[in-house]
């Protein structure tokens, strides 16, 4: 169910805490002036061939235009959204999007971290700050689906709570070769 004021607001502050490597991250809701730095962030994982559903470059306008939506989603209790900032730069982005109706008990999450500052503990925190706001939201369950062959998504999920709940076989097309596409669920 779609919350009557924001969990986290654009901008605002969630937390702090050191990576692995020392860095200090900051974790908040995202802005406007986040704008280049999330059209970085998409376009790195796009480059890269990550195992996300979005293959296409984005341009200014539509990341723009998509910032816009989002930033309108959070104020409106919508979408929980955060960004962890190290040195000033966007290194990560995670959000819940809230479903409505007989599903209002469910949030539908999604999370990415930028090349060169993987494997240093942030994915894990952003899914525990997500999961920790999400429950603050009142949502029961979150659920979220990756490709089969994402081995290190899953496994992260796994560590935070998430199993499997099922799988479409052949659910994802990916330069010619069919590849399953699990759901995973937890419970809050
Ligand atoms: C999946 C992703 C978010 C993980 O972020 P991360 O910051 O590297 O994750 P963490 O450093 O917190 O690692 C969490 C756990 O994931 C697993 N993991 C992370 N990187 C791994 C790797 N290269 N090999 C094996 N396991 C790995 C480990 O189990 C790790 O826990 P541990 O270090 O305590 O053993 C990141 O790899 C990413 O953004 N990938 C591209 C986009 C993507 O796939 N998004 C998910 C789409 S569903």
Avoid: C
């Avoid at 805490?17 to 730095?37: E, F, K, M, Y």
């Avoid at 306008?61 to 929980?80: D, T």
């Avoid at 290194?91 to 930028?114: A, D, F, K, P, Q």
């Amino acid at each position: 169910m779609w919350l009557t004021k924001p969990i986290i607001r654009p901008g605002q502050f969630h937390s702090k805490a050191p990576l692995a490597n020392r860095d200090s991250v900051t974790l908040r809701g995202p802005n406007w002036n986040d704008l280049d730095d999330l059209i970085e962030y998409i376009n790195g994982l796009v480059r890269e061939g990550a195992q996300i559903t979005k293959t296409e470059l984005v341009t200014r306008e539509a990341e723009a235009e998509w910032l816009g939506e989002r930033l309108s989603e959070i104020e409106n209790g919508q979408v929980i959204m955060l960004v962890a900032e190290v040195d000033g730069k966007v290194v990560s982005v995670g959000e819940v999007g809230l479903l409505t109706g007989e599903r209002r008990h469910t949030g539908y999450l999604g999370i990415g971290v930028v090349k060169n500052k993987r494997r240093l503990g942030l994915g894990k925190l952003m899914m525990n700050a997500l999961l920790g706001l999400a429950r603050k939201a009142g949502l029961k369950i979150v659920i979220l689906d990756v490709y089969a062959t994402n081995a290190i998504a899953m496994r992260l999920y796994e560590e935070v709570g998430f199993k499997e709940a099922g799988r479409i076989p052949k659910g994802i097309l990916r330069s010619g070769h069919l590849i399953d596409l699990v759901r995973m669920t937890t419970e809050l």
